[in-house]
């Protein structure tokens, strides 16, 4: 492994997986191997004694560890429209008031009302399960097009319900959507980032051949697929490449944490072209696209996988926006992570409070306790923090202001204090909380993707 | 509209206290910090500016929550209305305190006519009061040597005797107790009727009876005076009582506390511009030293010096919309306990996590007197603790979000 035996080897794509989670220098000595053995001999003698063996388990996980690959869904025919290189419409940014001011529109609070309607009523009831099954059930899916989700970054002109930059109705809606469930959240936002990408950033041609399809009855699912299987990943560095080959190009990499990989019909990939980063539409179906199972240690309703592109080529047709508009794209895919922090932080908040002021210890609640309360107290203000910083990131994008830095913070913030009350949420429970009884250890779980995770949602 | 941004009619105001900031307070900084108790007499200058200016009504100075109630509840009213959301004194006053601490905090807090005893008198006084003590530089004074976070258990009495009441007691930690003209005293009524009987007085500076006894050597905001007062049989007509003179056991605290949902996310906007200064100069010495802050790249992919500092910034920016949050609620009357607090609770935790930590990655220029860094990580330290500690602020949060009361979490 080290560069003095392979010198000339470039660094992997893809970084190779461990074994049981060991470093390489780690190398069984004589005792270390005999345990080896009589490990082996004890799993055998011990799954057959109390018949542990859990057939469809084993089978997933074993598809997964050899890299189990489908083929990409069958995508339907996006029949070509629209003109060639012109410009395609877009929406104005919003409006500023030059006022300080943290209340939502009257269009942005029915959306959220809507929404949060939505995920009392049916994601949250669905959501252990959904976590269970690795699957997003298809009936809240349905519903979830039928309120509009991919629709709303979409002009109005174009079908859907944008009039001006929606980055801050689609936080609001993330965030809304999240407190449901994070995973099945992020399974129903998919299609519509790639809905949004087309709107901020499609040429006409690839909005008249993409964008109905979403706008329709029909809509197909599908994907941004930004991050890549290594550790420090950056997103402004992808290694996945796309050359130019006659008037098309050709894709080479592999794309990290897709949500709903194996339905999408249509793939936002983001590559490196002539030393820049930029974004590709690649339908499913093109030949040398194939999907890999990735499931994580949360997230699993949005049923993440690995997208493996050798030698895909796609037309003309497929470049999206610039080098800019790329970096805007992780920007504001990093806004909807934020976003969805917000909503699965509140849903812990939400929980713990009647939570340890029932449960008694010592003869009085456990929220009797300064030790206990002020851990509530910091849920409360952290994530009213992460919120405000959120908000502010986003509707500065909404504003067609910068919002770069905005957004780095909220990431920041989102990521570290998210993290620290989705650890407090468990805590506060106990044993309980560690017992899948209780929604919080999947939060946790949720929780821990907000400060690594790069494109699948989009604002 | 969601809408995070400086608010644009406050610009100018912004900009003439960073003005002010830079080039009167700075100067003044290191100097009147190595000179405890020497009065800064360059502030008279400015205070006499800055009346000016309020005079003209061009500007709302440090104490703008002194801006009398009656007319903000007018445009707050009129704005609400309309449907409309008002950006008034309170996130005015946050701002340009924010940019004066960005200055100097010890030196704000020794503003002519400035004090925390101002924002009482603007937020409890009738109209009678509030004439009566315009212009007065207030210092307020609560603590005790047995009596700090605990306020409602203070010993100092007041006895009504004819049209006089009789003060006894001794009062610690009072800001700007030796500067200013009168000082507002928490004084209890009757100690069996607990906090319900407490009830704030205005004490002129002279009144016989009272004495300043001593002055504190401090850690921080050495610009700043912290006076010992004693009140020995301190006679003080009965109309310096501020607010209700009657004991409503059912009212308790409110009254008094009152102050606080003003005056807390002012002590967050001084953690927030001490913690400001700290970040700008270290990001300069960071850069000088070629780290570059990258807000693109990840923040784990850069130097932890840039990933601490993302960190750091990422605080900073919640805290400080926390506090602009808790002043627009006040602005536009809504209730603000809950967020005040969680803005005083977050600003006053970051300002001293992130002046020390800059003192730190600045390595032994931080940590020398050469550059104010090591000034500054002093100086935060106290507005994590006055007008209310950071346990305190969690006990206030922690008891509005679980719905309890005050004997059910201690």
Redesign the interface.
Request: proline letters at 4%; aromatic letters at 4%; charged letters at 30%.
């Given at each position: 492994m080290s560069a003095t035996t392979r010198p000339e080897e470039p660094a992997p794509a893809v970084t190779p997986p461990s074994k049981h989670g060991l470093a390489s220098r780690e190398k069984p000595d004589p005792i270390g191997l005999a345990v080896a053995v009589l490990n082996r001999l004890a799993q055998t003698s011990a799954l057959d004694r109390f018949g542990l063996r859990r057939p469809t388990e084993r089978a997933v996980f074993e598809a997964t560890r050899s890299g189990f690959r489908t083929l990409g869904a069958v995508n339907r025919q996006f029949a070509r429209k629209g003109r060639k290189g012109a410009t395609g419409t877009r929406v104005p940014a919003a409006a500023g008031t030059g006022t300080f001011d943290v209340t939502p529109t009257e269009d942005e609070q029915m959306l959220v009302d809507v929404v949060s309607e939505f995920a009392e009523e049916l994601v949250r009831p669905a959501a252990a399960a959904a976590d269970e099954a690795t699957q997003a059930p298809d009936e809240v899916l349905k519903a979830s097009l039928e309120i509009g989700l991919p629709i709303l970054g979409v002009p109005e002109e174009l079908g859907g319900i944008s009039t001006e930059r929606s980055a801050m109705a689609g936080t609001l809606v993330a965030e809304a959507l999240a407190k449901g469930d994070m995973g099945i959240a992020v399974a129903a936002l998919a299609p519509g980032a790639v809905s949004t990408a087309l709107s901020l950033w499609g040429t006409d041609e690839q909005q008249s051949t993409y964008l109905p399809a979403f706008t329709g009855a029909d809509v197909p699912a599908a994907a941004l697929a930004l991050a890549e299987p290594r550790p420090l990943f950056d997103p402004l560095q992808p290694r996945t490449t796309a050359r130019r080959d006659g008037d098309g190009f050709v894709l080479d990499g592999v794309k990290s944490m897709v949500p709903r990989g194996a339905a999408a019909e249509l793939f936002v990939v983001g590559a490196e072209l002539d030393g820049e980063p930029r974004l590709f539409l690649v339908e499913s179906g093109t030949e040398g696209l194939e999907i890999e199972a990735e499931p994580a240690m949360g997230l699993r309703a949005a049923e993440l996988s690995r997208l493996v592109l050798k030698g895909v080529r796609v037309g003309a047709i497929a470049p999206l926006g610039d080098a800019d508009d790329y970096a805007e794209c992780i920007r504001l895919s990093r806004l909807a992570w934020c976003a969805l922090s917000l909503g699965t932080a509140q849903a812990v908040l939400d929980y713990v409070i009647p939570y340890v002021n029932e449960r008694k210890a010592f003869g009085e609640p456990v929220s009797h306790r300064q030790a206990v309360a002020f851990m509530v107290a910091n849920i409360g203000i952290e994530l009213q923090g992460m919120r405000l910083v959120t908000y502010r990131a986003a509707s500065r994008a909404a504003q067609g202001k910068s919002f770069a830095r905005e957004v780095a913070l909220a990431r920041r913030l989102c990521a570290e204090r998210g993290m620290q009350i989705g650890n407090d949420g468990v805590q506060l429970l106990g044993g309980h909380g560690f017992v899948k009884e209780h929604p919080v250890e999947r939060w946790y779980r949720d929780l821990r993707a907000i400060g690594l995770m790069e494109g699948g949602v989009l604002v | 509209?969601?809408?995070?941004?400086?608010?644009?009619?406050f610009r100018p105001l912004i900009g003439q206290a960073h003005q002010v900031a830079m080039n009167l307070l700075r100067p003044n900084s290191r100097k009147y910090d190595q000179r405890e108790h020497e009065y800064p007499k360059e502030l008279d200058m400015l205070a006499a500016m800055i009346d000016g200016l309020s005079d003209s009504g061009a500007s709302n100075g440090a104490g703008a929550a002194g801006v009398r109630r009656s007319e903000e509840e007018q445009a707050a009213a009129a704005a609400k209305d309309e449907g409309?959301?008002k950006?008034g004194a309170n996130?005015a006053s946050v701002l340009s305190i924010m940019e004066m601490c960005w200055g100097d905090v010890g030196l704000l807090l020794s503003m002519p006519r400035q004090g925390l005893g101002n924002s009482a008198i603007a937020s409890v006084a009738n109209d009678e009061q509030a004439e009566r003590f315009k212009g007065v530089w207030a210092s307020m004074a609560i603590t005790e040597p047995g009596t700090g976070s605990d306020s409602a258990n203070i010993q100092t009495t007041a006895v009504l005797d004819g049209d006089e009441y009789v003060l006894d007691g001794e009062k610690i930690f009072v800001t700007a107790g030796d500067r200013c003209d009168a000082v507002v005293v928490w004084a209890t009524l009757d100690k069996s009727l607990g906090r319900a009987a407490i009830k704030s007085f205005v004490v002129p500076k002279g009144t016989p009876g009272m004495r300043v006894e001593r002055l504190e050597h401090k850690l921080g905001i050495r610009a700043s005076d912290t006076a010992t007062i004693i009140f020995d049989g301190c006679r003080v007509p009965k109309e310096n009582l501020l607010g209700s003179p009657e004991v409503d056991v059912k009212q308790g605290f409110a009254g008094a506390m009152a102050t606080f949902d003003n005056t807390r996310p002012l002590v967050a906007a001084m953690a927030l511009g001490c913690a400001r200064a700290s970040l700008e100069l270290t990001k300069e010495l960071l850069e000088g030293a070629g780290v570059e802050i990258d807000?693109?790249?990840?923040?784990?992919?850069q130097s932890a010096a840039a990933a601490t500092f993302?960190?750091l910034?990422?605080?900073w920016?919640?805290?400080y919309?926390?506090t602009?949050?808790a002043a627009?609620k006040a602005d536009n009357r809504e209730p603000n306990s809950l967020?005040a607090s969680?803005a005083k609770?977050?600003a006053g935790r970051v300002g001293s996590d992130i002046t020390l930590r800059c003192v730190e990655l600045a390595g032994s220029i931080g940590y020398g007197e050469h550059e104010l860094l090591e000034k500054w990580a002093r100086d935060s330290k106290i507005l994590d603790i006055f007008e209310g500690t950071q346990?305190i602020q969690?006990?206030i949060?922690?008891?509005r979000?679980?719905?309890?009361s005050s004997a059910?979490?201690?």
């Open positions: - | 509209m969601i809408n995070l941004e400086t608010p644009k009619k409309r959301t950006n996130l807000y693109d790249r990840p923040a784990l992919g993302l960190q910034e990422s605080d920016e919640a805290a919309l926390l602009l949050q627009w967020e969680m609770a977050k346990q969690q006990l949060v922690a008891r979000l679980l719905g309890l059910e979490l201690k």
